[in-house]
Each structure stands twice: as structure tokens, then as C-alpha cells.
């Protein structure tokens, strides 16, 4: 049976998903308070800079009388910080509210366990731990960036029925769309709530993409380019707009050593939390044989190709099928 404290965490993860891709490199935390059993307010965090989800939730509230009596749900340890903004675990208390359900200790070690003991000292009685493991899994990007000190990363790529991501006609490759309109629309999705987006030097030069999230409203990623070989060249769509581009070569990492762990460690020292790898297949099998990725995104178009560029290699943990309209879409984790 669901209790009541779940019920109103997993309220917390529902709204908390409105924040995705807007508060990077913040957490987005979603954030309830109860009344007698009764939702009397909602927050989740504010784009990046902006207020905290605790605030929002508070602020929500039209008599703030209650929140003497009032539960506080949380899918995150509530700060203990000043940084952009003040501690909330110092407005928690100055509201007065007596009870605080918390999904999952802040790794961040500016938090780490001590927003939990500033409650607790003032006599709050906190509980800790509810529907931690769905608090976590949606708080993924920020315990990988805290935890492993390194982006969360996230695989890419759409196969034909026969396992191919390009044809080759004629000899030479030919970009061809694959999956459906609707399948390329989730994409842009996913590209919003991401924080950057990489791909290799050859998917920039044969296909030309812009790599941004044209077809969904959202902020576009970071581009990273790995142009190992500095083929890059300089005419093609992602050097004509405003997103910004990082070009990885071999000014800033050493090709001949594991160049996964120097490219996310570089992104990491650049606050990004979180990439998606949309190609070729050369990079994102890099990725794989080097272990370093956590989910693998996979469509399958309704088209057969008998040859060309063949889908990267890898296995993983399958933990959801759907179908776009023609198209398959797995999911798969690393773990
Ligand atoms: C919360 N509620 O909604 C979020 C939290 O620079 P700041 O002030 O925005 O602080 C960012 C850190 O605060 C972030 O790294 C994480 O530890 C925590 N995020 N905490 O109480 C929120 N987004
Ligand atoms: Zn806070």
C-alpha cells in the first residue's frame, strides 16, 4: 500500500519535472506542503539563480498561519547554504513548520546531511528517506555530477531494422532520416532538458546538423565537438547561431590516453551536469568501451538499409519499450 507520506513525495517528483533542463546546474526539486492532510502549496525550483523550491512552495501559500501545523515534503535535503540564494532550512524554520519529509540526503558537500541538522536542532521532526530511490533516479544528473564527479551521460542514435545509422550508397554515406517526425520532436525534448549535447567532428561534416531543440521550447545544450583530427570545418550550421560550442582537440585533451575521462572531466570543471551523445558511431562506441555512460536511448525506424554505418555495440539494462508510431524506442541503463 502507497502511505501518504509517498503519495505526496511522488507529488513532489510530478511537479519537480516542470523545472527539467531550466534550473541546470541546479537540481530541480519539486516541493509540497500539507495541511491537515490537505495540499495547501506547491513549488519547484526557479530557473538557474532564481528561488528554491521550498520558497516557491512557501510562497504559494495564502495563509501562512498554517504552516505552523503544516508537513513539508521534499525530494531533496533542504540547503544549509547561502549561495544564490539564503538558506532555505533557515526559512523552514522561521515559518515554523513542525514537520519535514525528505526523499534524499544532498550530496553537494556545501549540504551533505546539514540542512537535516539545522531542522533537527530547531526541533523540527524530520523524516528522511521516502521514495528515496525514485528521488534519486530523478535527481540522476545531480548525484552522477556530486557522486562521480563527472556529467551524467546519456546515448543517442536511431538504427535501421538491420542495425544500421547511415546507408552507403554509391560509396558514400548518405544522411538519411530514420526514425519519424514525432520521434525527432522527443529528441528536441530531450535535448532541452539537457545541459549539453556532443557529438564527433564527422557527424558535423557530413550531416550538418544545428544541433539545437528547434522543434520543442526549451534552452539548448552546450555543443561539444570532439575534432580530434581538427577536420572541423568552419562553414556549417553550429558556427551561424548563438548556442555555444566547445570544440574538444588536442589543445585540451590527450588523444593518445582514455579520452572519455578527460572529456567529462573537463565538463565537469565546467559545471555541466549532464550530455547526450547523439553520434556517429564511432563516439558513442568510445563511450561504451570505455564505460563511462549511464543511459542508452535507442529508436528503431521502420526502414532496412542492407548496408552501411553499423549501430554502435553495447548491452545494457532494458527498462523501457515503446513505439513513436512506426518507430521503436528502447531504453536502456547502465547498471
Ligand atoms: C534546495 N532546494 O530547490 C534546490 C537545491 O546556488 P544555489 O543557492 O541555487 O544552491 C544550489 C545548491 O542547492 C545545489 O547544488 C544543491 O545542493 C541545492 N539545490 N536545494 O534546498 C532546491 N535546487
Ligand atoms: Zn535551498
Known sequence: MVTQHETYIKRCIEIAKNGLGNTRPNPSVGAVLTYNNNIIGEGYTSPYGGNHAEVNAINSVSNKKLLKEATLYVTLEPCSHYGKTPPCSDLIIKYGIPNVVIGCVDDNTQVAGKGIKKLKNAGCNVTVGVMEKACKKHHKRFFTYHNKRRPYIILKWAESIDGFIAPITKDQLK?????????????????????????????????????????????????????????????????????????????????????????????????????????????????????????????????????GVTAPKFSGNLVSEEKIITDTLKIYTND
Open 175 to 307: 544522411p538519411v532520416w530514420i526514425t519519424n517526425e514525432l520521434s525527432r520532436q522527443i529528441v528536441h525534448k530531450w535535448r532541452a532538458e539537457e545541459q549539453a549535447i556532443l557529438v564527433g567532428t564527422n557527424t558535423v561534416n557530413q550531416d550538418n546538423p544545428s544541433l539545437t531543440t528547434r522543434d520543442w521550447a526549451g534552452q539548448n545544450p552546450i555543443r561539444v565537438v570532439i575534432d580530434k583530427e581538427e577536420k572541423l570545418q568552419k562553414n556549417h550550421a553550429i558556427f551561424n547561431d548563438k548556442a555555444e560550442t566547445i570544440i574538444i582537440n588536442k589543445n585540451n585533451i590527450n588523444f593518445s590516453k582514455n579520452i572519455t575521462k578527460q572529456i567529462t572531466h573537463l565538463l565537469f570543471k565546467k559545471n555541466i551536469t549532464s550530455v547526450i551523445i547523439e553520434g556517429g558511431t564511432k563516439t558513442l562506441q568510445t563511450f561504451i568501451d570505455e564505460n563511462i555512460w549511464d543511459e542508452a536511448r535507442v529508436f528503431t525506424g521502420n526502414t532496412s538499409f542492407k548496408s
